[in-house]
């Protein structure tokens, strides 16, 4: 039979889902039907895509690796029949947080001039590759290691951010040490601080899991922590119960331009080219 976008939902709905019950349920079909739905996606690709042997259903190895993939094609043919983007083809560019910093208005502003035809979206991803692989972006700011097409455009070096009214936000710098006594504020999925940053012997002893930057910034000016980020989040989310202090000894981070390759979208390379003559200018 022929595998169409029915199936690859269908699969994607059972692994979000975590189970065939809950997908049905979602999806408003039985779950038998669904069975069938997802057994002839298996035949056709020749391949397990979900372990039914345990109590908790879960991906195979190529049924992760299918994923990513099947989320990308629907995200692809959702967007392209989206009734409010039938005029233009807007190039969409992901970030997990901060953007490009104080290069950032830069950036949108040079592409408009330069690209009047082609919108550009900005487009905020709480996920580490600001949803590149998943097809929810064209291309995507990714700080730090890469897989996949990519190309660095810039590096940021480290920043503390500790409350505004604590004992440390009048320090001209700080050090990673001087965090360590302290309770750490880690984005758990987007961010780049992990406590591998620390020299084993001082690595802190508490740690308060965020899940967006909205949270890490309200933590720390709670008093409930305090963190470690990039200038970027300086320039772009100024707020006045946090200080941002630099960190003397922490290494800098490489921001990445990621794409897919082929490119989803014909202005990717554009893009990139453009994003690192605005990094390498003096003035952002």
Request: glycine fraction near 6%.
């Amino acid at each position: 039979m022929t595998v169409d976008l029915r199936h690859l939902r269908a699969f994607l709905a059972i692994a979000d889902a975590g189970s065939i019950t809950a997908a049905a349920a979602r999806l408003h079909v039985t779950q038998p039907a669904l069975s069938r739905t997802l057994r002839q996606l298996e035949d056709h690709l020749k391949a397990r895509l979900v372990d039914r042997s345990t109590h908790h259903l879960r991906l195979t190895p190529a049924g992760s690796a299918f994923r990513d993939r099947a989320a990308g094609a629907v995200a692809a043919v959702d967007d392209v029949l989206d009734p409010t983007r039938a005029a233009t083809w807007p190039l969409r560019l992901g970030h997990a947080w901060s953007a490009l910093g104080a290069h950032t208005t830069t950036l949108l502003r040079g592409w408009q001039r330069a690209h009047p035809g082609t919108p550009l979206d900005l487009l905020r991803v709480d996920e580490r590759d600001a949803g590149l692989a998943r097809g929810a972006v064209d291309v995507a700011i990714v700080r730090g290691p890469v897989d996949g097409p990519a190309q660095p455009i810039l590096r940021e070096p480290r920043v503390a951010a500790v409350p505004a009214d604590g004992p440390l936000a009048g320090r001209a710098e700080l050090f990673l040490a001087d965090l360590a006594d302290l309770p750490i504020a880690v984005n758990s999925r987007s961010g780049t601080t992990t406590l591998d940053l620390w020299p084993r012997e001082r690595i802190p002893a508490a740690v308060v899991e965020v899940a967006n930057t909205d949270d890490w910034l309200a933590t720390i000016a709670a008093g409930r922590a305090v963190g470690v980020t990039t200038t970027a989040t300086a320039a772009i989310h100024p707020y006045p119960a946090v200080a941002f202090v630099p960190l003397a000894d922490a290494p800098e981070v490489t921001v990445h331009l990621a794409w897919r390759e082929p490119p989803s979208h014909p202005a990717v390379a554009d893009l990139v080219t453009l994003a690192r003559e605005v990094c390498a200018s003096p003035r952002a």
